[in-house]
């Protein structure tokens, strides 16, 4: 089957610049994930979706994050203004959901950004 | 959700077993132990899961005390492509719960 899709791989901007990536998760997965992962670390999650509700944005820095998911396929996440602690990668993952069981996320490769 | 405490970093020979402990003190009875791994320039990858019985795949076997206060990830026979970042993750049950990671164990596989 064919994985997460995450477009671009790599993006640079300038600071105050936006930016919007996007992610196709693999067909029928319910569940949605977008991770920011800063060099060194572990990913952090951003926001987790279910279908085309938000389940979980706590961590989402909404002053200038803001990601949707329309018709609960494809999401975008944005980034308006961009400082320079918001170089990164930019994971986005999917997962069944529907059942009683956790089952795994499979992830995309990511988007790396570059603010200068 | 449960914490999780990993070594940072381990070392094993091509060949050997690599042997990636978690320690996971705090956990609940609801909770799952996950283990997920990332090579270099790449998004995680899941390796295998459990709640009290050991589990065995295709890519690794996992160990769970009784008292399930912690896990040994098994990598029976390692190989270079196993070079990477481990994580262990406790995750509670449920079709939506948070997949929530730490900073993991890397792992060199050597020569």
């Known amino acids: 089957e064919a994985g997460v899709a995450q477009s671009p791989r790599y993006k640079i901007i300038e600071k105050r610049q936006s930016v919007a990536f996007w992610c196709n998760p693999i067909s029928g997965h319910a569940t949605l994930y977008w991770y920011q992962q800063i060099l060194g670390q572990g990913p952090k999650l951003l926001i987790q979706?279910?279908?085309?509700?938000?389940?979980?944005d706590s961590q989402l820095p909404k002053d200038r994050f803001s990601a949707e998911r329309l018709k609960g396929v494809d999401s975008t996440l944005k980034i308006q203004p961009a400082k320079l602690e918001d170089s990164a990668v930019y994971l986005c993952?999917?997962?069944?959901?529907?059942?009683?069981?956790?089952?795994?996320?499979?992830f995309g490769q990511g988007t790396r950004l570059t603010v200068v | 959700d449960a914490k999780t405490t990993q070594p940072p970093s381990m070392d094993c020979a091509e060949g050997r077993a690599a042997n990636l402990p978690c320690n996971h003190s705090?956990?609940?009875?609801?909770?799952?132990v996950y283990w997920y791994r990332q090579i270099h320039s790449q998004g995680p990858q899941y390796i295998i899961h459990g709640l009290k019985n050991n589990e065995t795949n295709e890519m690794a076997s996992l160990i769970i005390t009784e008292d399930r206060k912690s896990s040994t990830l098994i990598l029976p026979h390692a190989t270079l492509r196993d070079t990477a970042v481990y994580y262990c993750i406790v995750r509670p049950w449920g079709t939506a719960s948070k997949l929530t990671f730490g900073t993991g164990t890397r792992l060199q596989v050597t020569l």
């Open positions: 993952a999917s997962s069944p959901a529907g059942t009683a069981i956790n089952t795994e996320a499979f």
């Open positions: 979706f279910q279908n085309n509700g938000v389940v979980d």
């Open positions: 705090t956990i609940s009875g609801n909770e799952y």
